[in-house]
């Protein structure tokens, strides 16, 4: 349910949109030193998606899609352009300042009659509905900038933001830059901005770089902009856990950790059960129904979907993978597979890709399933193998049937009929066909197609040599 200061917010948004049009850059050229890895930085994942990735989806989600966005790569920058096909990008080969970076993109905002925000590509967990305020400030201020502040009880590494006796925005200065009373300010910037982008290109390119670090400072342009009188406001935020920066991988673990929970509120909050929340591990992409029990240490992943009242119990991995209503899945491994209503899986099995599960289907302990279709009320209880098979509704699959699918260098297809019964320990050599009502016992090596109706029996004679022992 909506609230109704909700949609007063979103009327106002709308309005305050106008006809305004807004680019953004995302700064990710920095070296990311204190990862420690051969992986640029954004790249790494926060709860299951790249931090990158991540950035953009929400941005989109605020209506700045890929054609207006522009990503400023530097260090590792191969990697990122073969990871991300959409990915449109400046190379800033050296990194002296934010500044320099926003400058190096100039050509994209230079003759663009809106606004460009700025944002950090190792800030995966900025929200939507900050993006929307800063649009919807920038919007309807006369103000030519909007850089979103908060106030920290430690301010300390962080730009202060300077305010004249007005409340306007005068100044950023940066920690190093800082005299003794500046450092005391604690209101900070938090390194995201909507600037208009005709006064950005043009101002950007009077930075200069005499400070502490000698670099290009983005903060400089706020400075001239006050000085000319083309105004600046601030966007003050409550939450600063969202603006966090991702610097190392404890940083990394923790924004993780902050995705988990606000997926798993959600999740609850729709109403599904999780029975430890901090111990269960569901990636944004999952969706899950109503009234479905999520046990701990399961981890949900990709593009799956779960109905409802389904169990997924401990242990459990799921991925990409489709499962139905009142489904019970036992400590086991999916992998881009369907189990549709009423079917249960394990403890202990493993459905690999492609494999799929009718309604009311049973797969046991220690069964593998692959490429493969089990009919309606199929059930195969315990330590099995099925691959590239189709097996018949009804049927019934001993315990250590397996298909021999596979001479060394191709597969081949197992095709079981309706209501067969499988005895145990039964050996499927591929290509090989069942028809209907087939009974077969325990122990054949079944190497022919079958015809409907039939009993086969296929094991070795047994010998018995009687008082053997002995001699
Ligand atoms: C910056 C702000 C500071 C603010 C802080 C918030 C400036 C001068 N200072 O400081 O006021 O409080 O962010 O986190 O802007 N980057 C490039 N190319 C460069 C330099 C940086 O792409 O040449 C990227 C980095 O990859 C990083 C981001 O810009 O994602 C921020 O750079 P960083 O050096 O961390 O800025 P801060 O010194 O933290
Ligand atoms: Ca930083």
């Known amino acids: 349910m909506m609230r109704k200061s909700d949609i007063l917010y979103i009327i106002k948004l709308v309005e305050g949109c106008g006809l305004t049009m807004i680019k ?126 908060t106030h920290l009880e430690n301010p300390f590494g962080y730009g202060r933001v300077i305010k004249n006796a007005q409340g306007e925005v005068e100044r950023v200065v940066e920690e190093k830059d800082a005299s003794v009373q500046e450092k005391k300010i604690t209101e900070i910037n938090t390194g995201l901005y909507c600037i208009n982008a005709k006064k950005l290109a043009y101002y950007i390119e009077q930075v200069k770089n005499n400070n502490v670090k000698n670099e290009y400072y983005l903060t400089d342009v706020v400075e001239l902009m006050y000085q000319a009188g083309e105004g600046v406001s601030t966007l003050e935020i409550e939450e600063f856990e969202q603006m966090v920066g991702v610097n190392d991988k404890v940083q990394l673990a923790e924004v993780s950790e902050v995705l988990r929970r606000e997926k798993n509120r959600e999740l609850m909050e729709s109403g599904v059960i999780l029975i430890d929340p901090s111990h269960t591990y569901i990636e944004e992409s999952v969706q899950i129904g109503q009234d479905t029990v999520v046990y701990p240490n399961t981890f949900i992943t990709g593009d799956t979907h779960i109905g409802t009242n389904t169990v997924i119990l401990e242990g459990s991995r799921i991925e990409n993978s489709k499962i139905g209503s009142h489904v019970k899945i036992k400590s086991s491994v999916i992998e881009e597979s369907i189990v549709e209503d009423y079917s249960d899986v394990g403890p202990f099995a493993h459905l690999r890709p492609l494999a799929h599960l009718k309604e009311h289907v049973h797969v046991g302990n220690f069964v593998e399933v692959k490429k493969s279709t089990l009919e309606k009320g199929v059930k195969c209880g315990h330590l099995t193998y099925i691959g590239d098979a189709s097996v018949g509704e009804g049927t019934n699959i001993g315990c250590g049937t397996i298909t021999c699918n596979y001479d060394g260098k191709k597969k081949y297809q197992t095709i079981i009929g309706k209501n067969n019964f499988i005895g145990s320990d039964t050996k499927f050599v591929a290509p090989v066909k069942t028809g209907d009502n087939v009974l077969v016992g325990a122990g054949t090596v079944l190497n022919r197609d079958i015809p409907s109706d039939c009993l086969v029996v296929g094991r070795p004679a047994l010998t018995v040599k009687e008082n053997y022992f002995k001699k």
């Open 24 to 149: 953004a850059i995302i700064l990710a050229a920095g070296k990311g030193t204190r990862m420690k890895s051969n992986i640029p930085k954004v790249m790494h994942k926060v709860n299951g998606m790249p931090m990158l990735v991540r950035i953009f989806n929400t941005l989109s989600q605020v209506g700045i899609s890929t054609e207006n966005l522009i990503t400023v790569l530097g260090d590792k920058k191969e990697y990122i352009i073969k990871n991300i096909s959409e990915i449109s990008y400046v190379v800033q080969e050296e990194q002296l300042g934010t500044g320099h970076a926003v400058k190096i993109a100039k050509k994209y905002f230079e003759n663009f009659d809106g606004g460009v925000i700025i944002t950090y590509g190792d800030a995966p967990l900025i929200k939507k509905s900050t993006y929307e305020k800063l649009i919807f400030d920038f919007n309807k201020g006369q103000s030519g900038a909007v850089i979103v502040t």
